[in-house]
């Protein structure tokens, strides 16, 4: 069984690689099996797209590209920064989309995604995931809808090829999310070993407090197999 716990770099490799090979021998019938079941339909509510439903829109490489493409500016560090050096740069493994003041993502408009047709991963495949993680009673176990019972539609008639292949992009999408992940550890503990540096829980807290109180951080972005450093101030709005 996977045991998710904040610790070192090694160990969370360990810890991610395990993921993945777990996450790996799900079995895809299985899965498409629950997908048939659940019969999600979209109902076109928008609220998925806001952040009192998703607390952030996590991109893949691929997807970071191809934002990068049509406007750099709708991409930010992803929240939660995993490491902080001893001089008080934060380091994340990748980029999330950018929010409206009220929450929404930035291409929500008027209720509908402004870039349907090019939306990220994740947005096609929401609310389908499959997650190893703790229920509110700290139980581990699989979860595979977002927000089940909490939005949409419910029994609708999915054709059984669909949801197959729903299952398979599902498990495309996990894989390439632990292993950007996995690639992000390894190039941090490189790129610390290489430079002198290391994680330092209290600057991390010290830095977080200053960022929260309105001061300036440096947050380095793992994108394509290197850092990419981003000044960040709070926004108040
Ligand atoms: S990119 Fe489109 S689908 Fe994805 S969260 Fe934003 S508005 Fe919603």
């Not at 991963?121 to 979860?143: K, S, V």
């Amino acid at each position: 069984m996977i045991k998710i716990t904040k610790s070192s770099i090694k160990e969370q490799l360990v810890e991610t690689k395990n993921e993945l090979e777990e996450m790996l021998t799900y079995p895809n019938d299985k899965l498409a099996g629950i997908i048939k079941e659940v019969g999600f339909e979209c109902d076109l509510c928008g609220r998925c797209c806001t952040n009192e439903f998703n607390d952030h829109v996590f991109l893949l490489d691929k997807d970071t590209a191809l934002l990068k493409k049509i406007n750099p500016t709708v991409l930010k560090p992803a929240p939660y920064y995993e490491f902080c050096d001893q001089n008080g740069r934060f380091y994340v493994s990748g980029y999330a989309l950018e929010t409206k003041p009220d929450g929404s993502c930035i291409f929500l408009a008027n209720g509908r995604c402004e870039i349907y047709d090019t939306r990220p991963n994740i947005c096609r495949l929401y609310p389908y995931m499959l997650h190893y993680e703790a229920d509110g009673d700290g139980n581990f176990g699989w979860r595979q809808i977002s927000g089940l019972n909490e939005h949409g539609n419910y029994h609708a008639d999915i054709d059984e090829d669909e949801c197959s292949m729903i299952a398979a992009d599902i498990k495309e999408y996990e894989a390439g999310n632990l292993n950007q992940k996995i690639e992000f550890l390894n190039a941090v503990e490189e790129y610390f070993k290489k430079n002198g540096l290391r994680h330092v829980r209290g600057i991390y807290d010290r830095e977080m407090r200053r960022f929260k109180k309105g001061s300036e951080i440096e947050v380095l972005v793992f994108f394509g197999g290197k850092f990419e450093g981003v000044k960040m101030i709070r926004n108040f709005g």
